[in-house]
C-alpha cells in the first residue's frame, strides 16, 4: 500500500521561508505527476504547483516567483520550497501523486494527509 509522508510544515513570520517535502512509500510501480494543493476553512482545495515526470512545472498566479517544486524521481519524493510568506498563504498543503501501484494499474490519486503552514507576525 502506497502511503505519503508529508513534512516541514509550521509556525512562520511574513517574509520566511519554510521547505515541504511529500514522500511516498510502500509499493508503487511508478510516479506521474505530482502537485501540492492547499486549503483554508470554508473553501474549496486549490492547486498551488504541479510538477510532471519530465520536470515541466507550473504554478497559481498567487505564487509565481514565490514557490519552487521539485522532484526526486529516484526517492520518489517531491518538494516545495516557499520564499517571501504572506498571511494568505495560510492554509494545509496536500501532497498529490499520481502513480501507478504495478505494471499494468491505472492511474491513482495518492494524497498526503496534510501539513500546516502558518503565516503569521
Known amino acids: 500500500q502506497v502511503q505519503l509522508v508529508e513534512s516541514g510544515g509550521g509556525l512562520v513570520q511574513p517574509g520566511g521561508s519554510l521547505r515541504l517535502s511529500c514522500a511516498a512509500s510502500?509499493?508503487?510501480?511508478?510516479?506521474?505527476?505530482m502537485g501540492w494543493y492547499r486549503q483554508t476553512p470554508g473553501k474549496e482545495r486549490e492547486l498551488v504547483a504541479q510538477?510532471?515526470?519530465?520536470?515541466?512545472?507550473k504554478y497559481t498566479d498567487s505564487v509565481k516567483g514565490r514557490f519552487i517544486i521539485s522532484r526526486d524521481n529516484a526517492k520518489n519524493t517531491m518538494y516545495l520550497q516557499m520564499h517571501r510568506l504572506k498571511v494568505e498563504d495560510t492554509a494545509v498543503y496536500y501532497c498529490?501523486?499520481?502513480?501507478?501501484?504495478?505494471?499494468?494499474?491505472?492511474?491513482?490519486?495518492?494524497w498526503g494527509q496534510g501539513t500546516l503552514v502558518a503565516v503569521s507576525s
Open positions: 498529490l501523486i499520481d502513480g501507478r501501484p504495478t505494471r499494468y494499474s491505472p492511474l491513482v490519486n495518492y
Open positions: 510502500g509499493s508503487i510501480y511508478s510516479v506521474n505527476d
Open positions: 510538477i510532471t515526470k519530465g520536470g515541466q512545472t
